[in-house]
């Protein structure tokens, strides 16, 4: 009997044991979805439970799950490379609980050097366009005399250099309105449509540089036919900062000086930026001791372009808000440009040019001058949420230029400067834009899908001034609506396709002569004031689209994009009537254009190696309507002085080239580098069929031999670098063109970080041109008058960063 008790006893304790282990083994699943800043998922992340010895990591859509054996409140730990920690209280109740985590940009302040997430390694990785990201520090150590200047070392980047002060970008030979240049999200709109007509960018203040090669405008709009130049907003400095940097600038060509001075703080979620920017520079000198005219010889005083001297003044200012998933901030920035023109370059007279006087000074800023004024406020706002990234930008401009020059009546312009003349008698030509942007976008992750969905909108306003005309006022509408989806089949593999329509309008305002002009031969003679621009409405659509594989295995990555693009003609294109003093030709529009279409396709092929790699990125385009100016067979004398008359026509056009890059390290500290690029354009109807297009760049290649390391503890980043440039001569020309002669320039460029109190100070010294080569670049603004480039520069830029002990400051 007591046996058998015993047995019951032993029995009842291990059917016991087993029902609460059975009930202790229960399963419980907490699983979820990682996050980064940008909305897109985050994979490799390691997920811990404090307390437990188990972790997981995220898969590559940023899934994870955790097999839970007991219910209540746990302590969630993920942890990533660039990320900051995530710890967070998950409550769990229930079977089964999901949950997303979203990580924040880890701001790691070692020596202020800010660890980050590569955004721009992992968009070039992803993208099928051609992108290229460049930092502060490639800037430095390329120094130009503007921002698309330093920029112009980048295989299939060219400039339109206006004196030695300011450039405009040439995207594989295309330039003006068929590049867009956004500032901070918003597309900078001055008079980009001219050749002489700089853009009000200050370089100083650019922490980093998207270059985007070939079309864009799917997102970008219409503009963006060649491709973007993307100048992006800094990132907010770091909690409980306050410092800075001052930047010195010295050139010896043109005896260049300048400064930069920029202040930055953070408290926990306020933040501000501000920079103050001031250039002064004199005639540039070329090795040569005359020019020639149009065939008139003209001397030069020491090499020295009289009146080619320049100032610049540029104020910036940004605050903002940021936490969790909000961050609002708003930009303020004031770009003030002075510069001259050429003396003996401008208007219809260059012989009047008053040498004696322009040459008693190098630093003066006689006539012909321009003056421009460049001001902007945006405010970018980002909000996140349930895997949504809301973006909206509202923007305003204002772009005031003048040019002036003596007044010199031509034609049937009264002698004498009418005294009761509104305008002063040397205010040849005044625009004055404002321009009101809307942007509005949202980024989002459905599955494999990364979705972004955008309108753009944008209204100019851009009226007009002085004794001289050349392009009407004109009021202009544009609107866009996109959406851009991404596709990951796989780790390796990404599939992109794009949707956009555009709608746009544009009104030229009519324009009358202000003096008299005889009309007919009647007797008595009928004089009149003559219509140079009529009243034009003109309104435009157009729907475009753009597809696109990016392949990445290894060491291999492929790309591969193809679309359609659109641009509404310019006011020039459509009603330009006047003297284009700079070319000494007079220009006409076209008010029947049709919108200028492009079909292309681009591809990118590379392979990176330890020690080596390559990059080949060849690209086709075909324009059905290609806009164009084209020389006539008349010439102009109400006006000018019989200058050739140019108007704008459509034609049929060909375009194909490639850039290559090919690197190698040599040994630990010795690395070469070769760039080459070529394009090659066709006209295959119209007047000018078998010709190319204006400013089509020569093949040129450019070859490197760096060497870098660090010296010592107190110098680092230590380089120096050798660049041998060889360009081709362009022989294929369309008229007024002249062929240009090829060529090969030295530069040099060195520096090092010195570490002083702890701060690295970074030293820079360039020789541009070292040899001193005389040379002409096709692509100048100055090519048509023989005007060779600048000699010799050496150019020495030094950036010192501070910091501010803030428990000093009462």
């Known amino acids: 009997m007591a046996v058998t008790i015993t047995m019951k006893k032993i029995c009842f304790l291990i059917i016991s044991l087993f029902i609460c282990s059975a009930l ?126 330093s920029l112009e070392r980048l295989p299939g980047i060219k400039t339109i250099g206006i004196g030695s002060g300011q450039s405009k970008p040439l995207i594989r030979g295309m330039g003006f309105n068929r590049v867009v240049v956004t500032d901070k999200g918003m597309k900078h709109e001055g008079q980009q449509w001219g050749a002489d007509h700089g853009l009000e960018i200050d370089q100083f203040s650019t922490a980093e540089v998207e270059v985007i090669k070939g079309a864009a405008s799917f997102v970008y709009g219409s503009d963006a036919i060649a491709g973007v130049i993307d100048v992006k907003s800094p990132l907010p400095p770091a909690i409980n900062s306050l410092g800075g940097a001052i930047d010195f600038i010295g050139k010896t060509n043109n005896g260049w000086y300048g400064t930069s001075l920029n202040l930055n703080g953070r408290k926990k979620y306020w933040f501000f930026d501000s920079r103050i920017t001031y250039q002064n520079y004199g005639d540039y000198k070329v090795p040569a001791d005359s020019v020639y005219i149009y065939d008139y010889a003209v001397a030069l005083n020491k090499g020295h372009l009289r009146n080619t001297a320049g100032r610049e003044t540029d104020l910036h200012f940004s605050t903002g808000y940021t936490k969790g998933a909000f961050r609002s901030v708003l930009y303020f920035s004031n770009v003030h440009q002075k510069s001259g023109f050429f003396a003996n370059a401008h208007g219809l007279e260059p012989r009047r040019v008053d040498a004696g006087l322009h040459d008693a000074s190098s630093r003066d800023i006689l006539m012909p001058k321009q003056e421009v004024n460049h001001f902007k406020l945006i405010n970018r ?169 990016n392949f990445n295995k290894d060491q291999f990555e492929l790309k591969w994009n193809m679309g359609k693009s659109f641009r509404m003609p310019i006011p020039k294109e459509l009603g330009a009537n006047g003297v284009n003093y700079h070319y000494f030709s007079y220009e006409k529009g076209n008010p029947n254009l049709s919108p200028e279409l492009s079909y292309q396709a681009d591809l990118g092929l590379s392979w990176k190696a330890e020690k080596w790699s390559v990059a080949f990125s060849p690209f086709y385009n075909y324009f059905p309507n290609y806009i164009y100016l084209n020389p006539t067979a008349d010439h102009d004398y109400d006006y000018g002085a019989g200058n050739q008359i140019f108007q704008y026509a459509q034609s049929r056009v060909m375009r194909y080239g490639a850039e290559l890059q090919l690197k190698l390290k040599l040994l630990k500290n010795l ?37 870098s390391a660090d010296l010592s503890k107190a110098l680092t980043n230590a380089y120096f670098s050798v660049d041998y440039r060889i360009t081709a001569k362009q022989h294929r020309i369309v008229p007024p063109e002249k062929k240009t002669e090829g060529y090969g320039i030295f530069n040099i460029q060195a520096g090092t970080k010195i570490n002083v109190n702890g701060m690295p100070v970074s030293v820079n010294l360039q020789a541009q041109n070292l040899l001193n080569t005389k040379y002409l670049n096709h692509t100048s603004f100055y090519r048509l008058i023989e005007l060779p480039e600048a000699g010799r520069n050496l150019i020495l830029s030094i950036s010192i960063p501070f910091k501010i002990n803030k428990n000093q400051i009462h």
């Open 381 to 549: 706002t980002v909000f996140e949420f349930n895997g949504h990234r809301l973006k909206f930008d509202l923007g305003y401009q204002h772009n005031f230029r003048q040019e002036h020059s003596n007044y010199v009546n031509h034609g049937y312009m009264p002698p004498i400067y009418p005294a009761d003349r509104k305008e002063p008698s040397d205010l040849e030509r005044e625009f004055d834009k404002r321009v009101y942007a809307a942007n509005l976008s949202d980024q989002l992750q459905l599955g494999k899908h990364e979705l972004n969905f955008g309108l753009n909108s944008e209204y100019q306003n851009n009226q007009i001034n002085g004794w001289s005309f050349l392009v009407p006022a004109f009021r202009q509408f544009t609107a866009g609506l996109f959406v851009y989806d991404k596709y990951k089949l796989n780790n390796n593999l990404f599939v992109h396709g794009a949707l956009r329509y555009d709608f746009g309008n544009v009104h030229l305002d009519h324009y009358q002569d202000w003096f008299l002009s005889p009309v007919g031969s009647g007797n008595p003679q009928v004089y009149q004031h003559l219509t140079r621009a009529a009243d034009l409405k003109r309104t435009f659509n157009s729907l475009v689209y753009s597809l696109g594989i």
């Open 671 to 707: 690395s070469t580098e070769a760039l080459a690029e070529y394009l090659y354009a066709k006209q295959l109807s119209g007047d000018k069929k078998g010709y190319v297009l204006p400013f089509s760049p020569p093949p040129s290649l450019l070859l490197n031999l760096t060497y």
């Open 24 to 149: 202790f083994a229960q399963e419980y699943r907490l699983s979820g979805k990682v996050f980064g800043p940008l909305g897109r998922p985050v994979r490799d992340v390691e997920l811990s439970l404090m307390g437990l010895s188990q972790s997981v990591k995220s898969g590559f859509d940023g899934s994870f799950s955790f097999k839970l054996t007991r219910r209540g409140d746990h302590y969630l730990l993920a942890s990533a490379a660039g990320f900051a920690l995530y710890n967070q209280k998950v409550s769990l109740r229930q079977d089964s609980v999901f949950v997303i985590v979203r990580l924040n940009t880890a701001l790691h302040q070692l020596e202020d050097v800010n660890i980050v997430e590569n955004r721009a390694l992992k968009r070039q990785q992803e993208e099928s366009m051609n992108v290229e990201t460049v930092k502060r520090d490639f800037i430095l150590r390329n120094l130009g005399g503007s921002l698309m200047k």
